[in-house]
Nanobody
């Protein structure tokens, strides 16, 4: 049973920083891609960032490039999303996702496992 558990969301002022974490368990993720998506009220879930676990290759949505950093800790089986220079439009529920197989994946349908989400709110 794969489990993804997010933590670290909260309320922050515009321009501030926040780090969210995703602890993964239940399978080996060495041949997987893991990602962060977000969903704002009334909007579709959108890709934020991903990491190809085995080679530590990362890629980002244009809207967060240069401000957000995704990273992974092999020993802890945990993925992080460091968010800097936050903007009110970054407000959303942030979801961790994992795909069974590796590769560059930027759409929600390509991911097999999902966490419950953590709320990030950026005030202006």
């Amino acid at each position: 049973q794969v489990q993804l558990v997010e933590s670290g969301g909260g309320l922050v002022q515009a321009g501030g920083s926040l780090r969210v974490s995703c602890a993964a368990s239940g399978r080996a993720f060495s041949s997987s891609t893991m990602a962060w998506f977000r969903q704002a009220p009334g909007k579709e879930r959108e890709f934020v960032a991903a990491v190809v676990w085995s080679v530590d290759h990362t890629y980002y949505a244009d809207s967060v490039k240069g401000r957000f950093t995704i990273s992974r800790d092999r020993a802890k089986n945990t993925v992080y999303l460091q968010m800097n220079s936050l903007r009110p439009e970054d407000t959303a529920v942030y979801f961790c996702a994992a795909a069974r197989f590796t590769g560059v994946k930027t759409t929600a349908v390509e991911y097999d496992y999902w966490g419950q989400g953590t709320q990030v709110t950026v005030s202006s």
